[in-house]
């Protein structure tokens, strides 16, 4: 093998490991920690990379390394302070959520899953009248719990510290034999060939469980998701009603989405 040849290869390498780490990241963002061997599995690799891998992102100062597994660095103060780990792009996300609200109505029972765009959402109920709003979002059942107007029933399940929500298989079983007329979705990333897609596993099945129980889904992302894809799928793109995004939304991707059924709505 030629030396520029071995170059190529350990620069492929390399590229192939910080894609990685970047969705180990991301896990950890969604998840607050981590068990080495679940990483590993999840990611088709040995535990030492996974090792070799936490080190790194250790290294960079996003996670502290604990035996068996990590846990992101900022979790802590995160949570004691109430608030959620993904802000980017609030300036949209606070358009759709005003946009999202117009779409609700008093007397209707909603669900509302975690997330900072939901979040923006919840602040815009406020005021309406005889609503129901079923959440997994510790942070929005605080918001909206007290409010005159509002009765809120939370989900059981697992905590995630960075969406300050709970998740998993038990979270999922509380929606059965339940109904809403709308469900206002989050997700991480949608892309028409993908679906929607999420950093990590728990939240799939608690997703799920919120479609089935809804008559409606309306999906809330900014423009910065479309196009992307995440670790993990939900489903595609049809299983959406109504999508509520930004004006950053390309022309060929609103009308690849609207063409396959599914409302676009510009914030």
């Known amino acids: 093998m030629q030396p520029t040849t071995q170059g190529r290869v350990r620069k492929q390498a390399r590229l192939l490991g910080e894609a990685r780490r970047s969705k180990i990241l991301d896990w950890l963002q969604e998840e607050g920690s981590a068990r080495v061997r679940v990483?590993?599995?999840?990611?088709?690799?040995?535990?030492?990379?996974?090792?070799?891998?936490?080190?790194?992102?250790?290294?960079?100062?996003?996670?502290?390394?604990?035996?068996?597994?990590?846990?992101?660095?900022?979790?802590?103060?995160?949570?004691?302070?109430?608030?959620l780990q993904h802000l980017e792009n609030m300036e949209a996300k606070q358009r759709i959520g005003r946009?999202?609200?117009?779409?609700?109505?008093?007397?209707?029972?909603?669900?509302?899953?975690?997330?900072?765009?939901?979040?923006?959402?919840?602040?815009?109920?406020l005021g309406k009248r005889d609503m129901t709003v079923i959440t997994n979002a510790l942070n929005i059942a605080?918001?909206?719990?007290?409010?005159?107007?509002?009765?809120?029933?939370?989900?059981?399940?697992?905590?995630?510290?960075?969406?300050?929500?709970?998740?998993?298989e038990r979270s999922a079983d509380y929606f059965k034999g339940l109904f809403a007329q709308k469900l206002f979705l989050a997700t991480a990333a949608l892309d028409l060939e993908a679906g929607l897609t999420y950093p990590a596993l728990s939240d799939i099945p608690v997703k799920r469980a919120m479609i089935d129980a809804a008559q409606k889904v309306i999906l809330v992302a900014d423009s910065s998701k479309i196009g992307a894809r995440s670790f993990t799928s939900l489903g595609n793109l049809e299983l959406v009603h109504v999508l509520v995004t930004d004006?950053?939304?390309?022309?060929?991707?609103?009308?690849?989405?609207?063409?396959?059924?599914?409302?676009v709505v510009i914030a």
Do not use: C, W, Y
């Open 247 to 263: 004006e950053g939304i390309r022309d060929e991707d609103r009308a690849a989405i609207e063409a396959i059924g599914v409302e």
């Open 99 to 125: 946009a999202a609200a117009k779409l609700t109505g008093d007397g209707e029972t909603i669900i509302l899953d975690s997330g900072s765009t939901t979040t923006e959402l919840a602040a815009n109920l």
């Open 142 to 168: 605080l918001m909206l719990g007290a409010e005159p107007g509002f009765e809120v029933h939370m989900t059981g399940g697992h905590f995630k510290a960075p969406t300050l929500s709970l998740s998993g």
């Open 39 to 83: 990483l590993a599995e999840a990611f088709g690799v040995s535990e030492v990379t996974m090792r070799q891998d936490l080190e790194k992102l250790e290294a960079d100062g996003h996670i502290v390394r604990e035996h068996g597994g990590a846990f992101l660095k900022s979790v802590t103060q995160q949570v004691r302070s109430m608030a």
